[in-house]
């Protein structure tokens, strides 16, 4: 699942993350594309809660795309 | 778990263009401070303050309106304690520089200016509005500034927008001195307690506040923080250490209590200086300025108090609260180049830009209302060791609990 949330003001990134990991089903990866450096703090945490890990990676300045999985599911391929 | 990728990002723009842009804004800064210095040289020691300030906040990732937010929203109290990290530094750093400013309790007299302010129920009203519209807008006064500098365009709408609810405080202010505040009483508490018991007090209180937080989080489950590893360079040379300590502390964002804890430091430094930081003070001037030009002028204000008073617009340009909010917007601009992580950050959303807006107002008007945001009014005003500090503080958090229920249903 893609959740696209650049230009959201805050905490629309750290909401709409939670909300993905929440609705995500089975297996299902979340691949969070923010711009909100903020985001890069608070929604690990929020990941660790639920239970889910959390992998950042930037894709462009001042851009990061967080790679959200559940322990048992794959680890996010590169 | 967390891991950072380290991987390459995408070069696609050649390193040395980089170098230039990081060196310009560099430049541009240092030009500021020696064409400000030129007019005045304490001007140019509160834009070194400005720049700091700024620099501190965009690297720490510092939010006032996250702090309260996201205690109701998320059950994270990470800002929260790095604000009560500085709030103790700043109170330990104010109550000896007000020592040496007013070392006799006996004469009455509050320290020059120390983040006092009457006590009652006006605080509470500002409160209760600035907290719902630092929530809405996504950030505070101090935050919507250091955010402008980091490309955040829905932060120059909210911006917009206290300068529309301070032109309402300038319109209303005298009757609100007039009818309540003059009449009500400044609480200040070395003369009752003396400085020892103040300072135990106040840093008690803190400690109490982390506590209260500690359980907030509890309530959540997973109770540790989760820190994203950083990328370690085992470096074996000194170079490739001195590399390492640069990018932590221009490349890698700053743990948020470290920026608290700095915060609190400068707090205290500027303090020293001349006065605790005060934010909405200098954004109240912009907005009587564009009264002005609009052909709308307030009337003269009466009842002048704190820090962050409205008062009369001085006729010059070139203030220390220009200083501090203009170096603000420079020193987050400049901390974000410097870090690769300045862009344009456009909402998407219609709503978002009304949402931005309607806060900014909230904030305008409640900050106004109160004499200080969530700097002027709670940052340096528990420091201070007045009451209305707390007062305050706890009316932003009802404000907060009540903007996070607005937001939860603008998704």
Same mark, same amino acid.
């Given at each position: ?78 | ?100 400013? %007013? ?75 007039? %009818? ?51 990328? #370690? ?13 640069? #990018? ?70 070139? %203030? ?43 904030? !305008? ?20 060791? !007045? ?25």
């Amino acid at each position: 699942m893609k959740v696209d949330v650049r230009g959201e003001i805050c905490p629309y990134p750290q909401i709409k993350a939670v909300e993905a990991m929440q609705k995500a089903k089975g297996g299902e990866t979340v691949e969070l594309i923010t711009d909100h450096p903020p985001s890069l703090e608070t929604v690990p945490t929020q990941a660790a809660r639920l239970g889910w890990t959390a992998t950042i990676q930037e894709t462009r300045p001042g851009e990061w795309c967080i790679h959200l999985a559940r322990p048992t599911s794959q680890a996010p391929a590169k | 778990m967390t891991t950072i990728a380290t991987g390459q990002t995408q070069q696609a723009v050649p390193d040395l263009r980089r170098v230039v842009t990081r060196a310009l804004v560099v430049a541009l800064l240092i030009v500021i401070g020696l064409a400000v210095a030129g007019v005045d040289p304490r001007l140019a020691v509160f834009w070194v303050f400005g720049v700091t300030f700024g620099f501190i906040l965009q690297r720490s990732r510092f939010c006032f309106a996250s702090a309260f937010r996201d205690l109701f929203l998320l059950r994270d109290g990470r800002m929260m304690k790095a604000i009560l990290g500085g709030l103790a530094v700043a109170t330990i750093g104010f109550a000896l520089v007000q020592y040496n400013l %007013t070392p006799n309790l006996a004469g009455g007299r509050l320290p020059f200016n120390a983040g006092v302010v009457p006590l009652g129920l006006h605080l509470l009203l500002g409160g209760v509005l600035f907290g719902v519209g630092m929530v809405v807008a996504g950030g505070c006064t101090t935050g919507s500034l250091y955010r402008i500098g980091e490309g955040y365009v829905g932060s120059m709408v909210a911006v917009g927008g206290m300068l529309v609810g301070l032109a309402f405080i300038h319109f209303t202010w005298n009757w609100w001195w007039d %009818t309540y505040i003059s009449h009500l009483p400044v609480v200040w508490l070395p003369p009752s307690l003396g400085w020892g018991g103040t300072m135990a007090l106040v840093l008690l209180a803190l400690a109490g506040a982390a506590v209260f937080i500690m359980w907030v989080e509890s309530r959540a489950g997973a109770f540790a923080i989760v820190r994203p590893a950083s990328p #370690r360079q085992s470096a074996a040379d000194f170079r490739g250490k001195l590399r390492s300590l640069l #990018r932590s502390v221009f490349v890698q964002g700053w743990p948020a209590i470290v920026g608290g804890v700095a915060l609190g430091g400068l707090n205290v430094m500027i303090y020293l200086f001349e006065r605790p930081l005060g934010v909405i003070n200098e954004v109240g001037r912009w907005s009587e300025g564009v009264l002005n030009l609009v052909g709308l002028p307030p009337p003269p204000h009466v009842g002048g108090v704190g820090p962050c008073a409205i008062t009369d617009a001085p006729p010059t340009l070139l %203030t220390w609260g220009l200083m501090i909010n203009g170096g603000i917007i420079l020193g987050s601009f400049a901390a974000s180049v410097l870090a690769g992580e300045f862009r344009l950050r456009v909402p998407r959303q219609g709503r978002r830009y009304g949402q931005s807006f309607v806060g900014g107002i909230l904030m !305008g008007y409640g900050g106004g209302l109160a004499a200080g945001c969530t700097v002027g009014g709670f940052f340096s005003a528990i420091p201070s060791l !007045g009451v209305n500090g707390w007062f305050f503080g706890a009316s932003l958090a009802v404000g907060a609990l009540l903007g996070v229920q607005i937001i939860r249903r603008i998704s």
